[in-house]
């Protein structure tokens, strides 16, 4: 069932400022050493929608608790998507993201599959300037920091029916971060889950949704036991190829100027860190395979010195370069394994784009501070 977005006009967002914003010097150390995910800024963006009413009270309000009935249907049957993108600053202090159109058109389809509303890809993109107007100021500028924006939306209709939620919350929380691996870009081992899967076909696989990242906290518990960053999931229905990981991509790099990834089967999310990096990959002229890739496959590959790197990718994690897979009694890999060549070239001329430290040719970065308006503040409640 899909339910239709009754809004037809662009959204205007009303302002209330915080009486509790950090003051500088408070901002400062904590964009010194974000983290990832641990900080907030001061606003969040806040979107009402009902089915009479469609989308309405677009505000930018103070960051605090969400009020929830207790029988909200979000915390029952866990109708509830999010999306993730950056905010980077570039040298001149002005402030861009990454394919945001492209967040939004995911967030559309996570939406159609959980039954929620969907919002415009312009009140989309409108929300993410709306929070940049106010927090700008949070958006660090040392080098491989950024704010992750977490825009999510959430059923928060009061009833206990198992029917779709008649009333839904939009929100945008961002984060000041820093490396989302501990170890920088170190390269890191990551553990196949031979028991658990995290799609199924006809299941919800392609969308972002809380209910996927759910199912994968347990085997990636396992990971953190085996000492991996990241679990590997293979395909739920035969077990005998690569989907991708708990919160990325994957992708080979053969001797024979060829890239290779799970081809889109409908079980693994559309990464746009994936559909880029093989845009990049196309731009050097290599050789592209979207596929079933199994573990065997990896395996040989390595030993015959056809795979010559492996790595992860995803908006949080950039590019991550993979030394080693460990499963129950066997491991593919080295696992002091330096990172690979290609890797790190294309990870930079990614990160170069999304910095603006070089020309961006494919039209992928949108500006979201009003140019002359660098800092807090500013712009903020001036409407769609
Ligand atoms: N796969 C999963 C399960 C993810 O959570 C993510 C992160 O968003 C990705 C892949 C990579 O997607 P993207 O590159 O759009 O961030
Ligand atoms: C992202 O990369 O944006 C994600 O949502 C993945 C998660 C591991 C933080």
């Not at 196949?192 to 518990?221: F, I, V, W």
């Not at 080979?252 to 559309?270: C, H, K």
Request: charged share 20%; aromatic share 8%.
């Amino acid at each position: 069932m899909t339910i239709a977005d009754t809004t037809t006009f662009p959204l205007r967002f009303e302002l209330t400022p915080s009486t509790d914003a950090r003051e500088e010097a408070e901002r400062e150390v904590i964009l010194a050493d974000p983290g990832f995910g641990q900080h907030f800024t001061d606003h969040m963006i806040s979107i009402d929608w009902t089915i009479q009413d469609g989308w309405h009270n677009a505000s930018v309000v103070p960051y605090g608790p969400l009020q929830l009935d207790p029988s909200a249907a979000v915390l029952h049957y866990a109708q509830e998507i999010f999306e993730g993108l950056k905010a980077y600053r570039h040298e001149d202090g002005s402030i861009w993201t990454f394919r945001p159109e492209e967040n939004a058109k995911r967030l559309q389809r996570s939406a159609h599959r959980l039954a929620l509303p969907e919002l415009s890809v312009d009140d989309f993109i409108e929300s993410l300037k709306q929070l940049i107007a106010i927090d700008g100021a949070w958006v660090p500028s040392a080098p491989e920091t950024s704010l992750y924006i977490r825009p999510f939306m959430i059923a928060n209709e009061s009833f206990l029916g198992v029917r779709p939620s008649q009333k839904v919350g939009y929100y945008v929380i961002a984060s000041p971060a820093g490396a989302y691996f501990s170890g920088g870009v170190a390269p890191i081992s990551i553990w196949l889950s031979t028991e658990y899967s995290r799609a199924g076909r006809g299941g919800t696989g392609a969308a972002k949704c809380g209910g996927n990242y759910a199912a994968s906290l347990l085997p990636q518990q396992e990971a953190y036991e085996h000492g991996c960053a990241q679990v590997l999931f293979l395909d739920g229905e035969t077990g005998s190829h690569i989907d991708e990981l708990g919160g990325m991509n994957i992708f080979f790099v053969r001797s024979d100027n060829t890239i290779m990834t799970p081809r889109l089967s409908g079980t693994i999310l559309e990464g746009i860190t994936r559909d880029s990096i093989l845009q990049i990959a196309r731009d050097r002229g290599m050789e592209v395979e979207e596929r079933d890739i199994t573990i065997d496959e990896w395996r040989e590959g390595l030993e015959s010195g056809l795979i010559t790197e492996v790595f992860v990718c995803g908006t949080a994690a950039v590019i991550a370069p993979v030394a080693a897979l460990k499963s129950d009694g066997f491991t593919i890999g080295d696992e002091n394994a330096a990172a690979g060549e290609l890797t790190m070239s294309i990870r930079k001329e990614l990160t170069d784009i999304q910095y603006g430290r070089i020309p961006d040719r494919h039209g992928w970065l949108t500006r979201l501070d009003e140019p002359g308006a660098e800092g807090a503040g500013a712009g903020a409640g001036a409407g769609a």
